[in-house]
């Protein structure tokens, strides 16, 4: 099993600041690396796959980047809107597919 | 629109059965594989079981294998999850989902609103 480290567990920006998410695997997965988030009371929502490929939909302030064992998310223009738990996914070596415990992101 | 619609949850003793439905509309069923992820009260997500799109091939977690049982039918766009000997940590909201990343790294990624299970004598 692929474990997934994410860090920090909390982030707290003003708005209009940009949030740095690292998400770290104890593998390689290559580029097979997906960001969800999930607001408070809602479904999982993918932003990034393929490590930095944006979803369908997904503003272009989100961001991601990152190859092997290091990834990251970065939200550029922080918006009150973006208060959410952000997830790392790998999909390189499955079953299991497997989660970051999160981090969640709060504004000030 | 794509839709995915779980059904089944509820309240169970320890030891009990209980089996969730997934049903699916709005996409081509049959070429998807198809997910379950659970996310217990106020903790992170946790990939539970998938079934290939034709349903050749099914993987479990380690915690839920023997315990639990994926299957499809495709001509009724449906999926369901049996679980057998559940566990008080097995209380959590249960998602159906397409997946995009192992799906070979796609955007088309869709979830359900999820079901609760709460295991509790």
């Known amino acids: 099993e692929i474990v997934m480290t994410q860090s920090p567990v909390t982030l707290s920006l003003f708005p209009g600041e940009s949030a740095t998410l690292s998400c770290r695997a104890r593998?390689?997965?290559?580029?097979?690396l997906a960001w969800y988030q999930q607001k408070p009371g809602q479904v999982p929502r993918l932003l990034i796959y393929?490590?930095?490929a944006r979803a369908n939909g997904i503003p272009d302030r989100f961001s991601g980047s990152g190859s092997g064992t290091e990834f990251t998310l970065t939200i550029s223009g922080l918006q009150s809107e973006d208060v959410a738990v952000y997830y790392c996914?790998?999909?390189?070596?499955?079953?299991?597919?497997?989660f970051g415990g999160g981090t969640k992101v709060e504004i000030k | 629109q794509v839709q995915l619609v779980e059904s089944g949850g509820g309240v169970v003793q320890p030891g009990r059965s209980l089996r969730l439905s997934c049903a699916a509309s709005?996409?081509?069923?049959?070429?998807?594989?198809i997910h379950w992820v659970r996310q217990a009260p106020g903790k992170g997500l946790e990939w539970v079981a998938a079934?290939?799109?034709?349903?050749?091939?099914?993987f479990y977690a380690d915690a839920v294998k023997g315990r639990f049982v994926i299957s499809r039918d495709n001509s009724k766009n449906t999926m369901t999850l049996e679980m057998s000997s559940l566990r008080g940590d097995d209380t959590a909201v249960y998602y159906c989902?397409?997946?995009?990343?192992?799906?070979?790294?796609?955007?088309?990624?869709?979830w359900g609103q999820g079901t609760l299970v709460t295991v509790s004598s």
């Open positions: 593998q390689s997965v290559g580029s097979n």
């Open positions: 393929g490590a930095s």
């Open positions: 079934i290939l799109f034709d349903g050749s091939k099914k």
């Open positions: 989902a397409v997946l995009g990343g192992p799906a070979g790294g796609s955007s088309f990624d869709h």
């Open positions: 709005g996409f081509n069923f049959n070429a998807y594989g």
């Open positions: 996914q790998q999909y390189n070596n499955w079953p299991p597919l497997t």
